[in-house]
């Protein structure tokens, strides 16, 4: 370094090489430039941008200093409480089904009504009020088969889903006579016709079936998966269902009738 060079700005100019001519293009002529030359023009500059340098410095410096002091007195934000779930709102009330399609509820009897009958199947047991103020000879009919245990044994020959299931043929209990399932009896019609308005072909109706005459009505019985009006007047309606109301459902032909009682 020369001995003329002191200031920051000297260091900087000792350290600048020398151009020659031939190696600087665009110039006009040669320009030899030495240590003490560069150090005369550029020290007020470069002293200006130290100074720059060193206040930018401290700058920063401060302001790093700042935050780390706010964030060690800063305290952590409170941890949000957890949201309460809502109280779940009371049920409104609704309207009850209406009309004579509607199941009665388990149990319940209509006025009038006479003796109960339980039929216990493969599929579970339902049971059937009986209507002898409508249909005395049917009632009374059905209610000497049961006690004779003829159903005991016989298995359901027709089931259409939505509208029948029927039983009550003796030929039900050989397999080998199913194609005449659906044609036997007792023996032993009813021999009157007791069509009566006041019970209808709802679900859950119990009627007698018969080769063409009401009057002829044996030992076969149906109960009613669903409305069907235009059977009214035409079959003798004897019954209704007061529980096991999703038995007739479960029904399938060949399903048996383990026993058939008159509840006390």
Do not use: C
């Amino acid at each position: 370094m020369s001995a003329g060079l002191s200031s920051p700005a000297a260091a900087i100019a000792e350290s600048l090489p020398f151009v020659p001519e031939s190696e600087s293009p665009g110039w006009g002529g040669a320009v030899k430039r030495n240590a003490p030359d560069v150090e005369a023009g550029l020290s007020p500059a470069l002293d200006v941008l130290m100074q720059t340098y060193v206040r930018a410095a401290a700058t920063t410096a401060l302001l790093v200093a700042a935050s780390v002091l706010a964030l060690a007195q800063a305290k952590p934000p409170a941890k949000p409480a957890a949201p309460k779930p809502a109280a779940p709102k009371a049920a409104t009330g609704t309207k009850a089904a209406t009309g004579t399609n509607t199941a009665t509820p388990a149990g319940t009897r209509t006025p009038g009504a006479g003796p109960v009958i339980v039929v216990e199947t493969t599929k579970g047991t339902f049971e059937f009020e009986t209507y002898p103020n409508e249909a005395p000879r049917t009632v009374e009919h059905v209610l000497n088969l049961v006690k004779k245990n003829f159903y005991n044994g016989l298995r359901f020959h027709r089931v259409e889903p939505g509208f029948v299931i029927q039983v009550g043929d003796p030929n039900t209990r050989d397999f080998t006579k199913k194609d005449l399932w659906g044609t036997g009896g007792s023996g032993t019609p009813v021999g009157v016709a007791e069509l009566s308005r006041k019970h209808l072909h709802v679900k859950g109706a119990v009627a007698m079936a018969h080769p063409g005459s009401a009057a002829k009505a044996d030992a076969q019985f149906y109960v009613m998966l669903g409305a069907r009006p235009s059977l009214d007047g035409k079959y003798v309606v004897f019954g209704k269902l007061i529980s096991g109301f999703d038995v007739p459902d479960k029904i399938r032909v060949g399903d048996v009738i383990r026993k058939m009682s008159v509840k006390p």
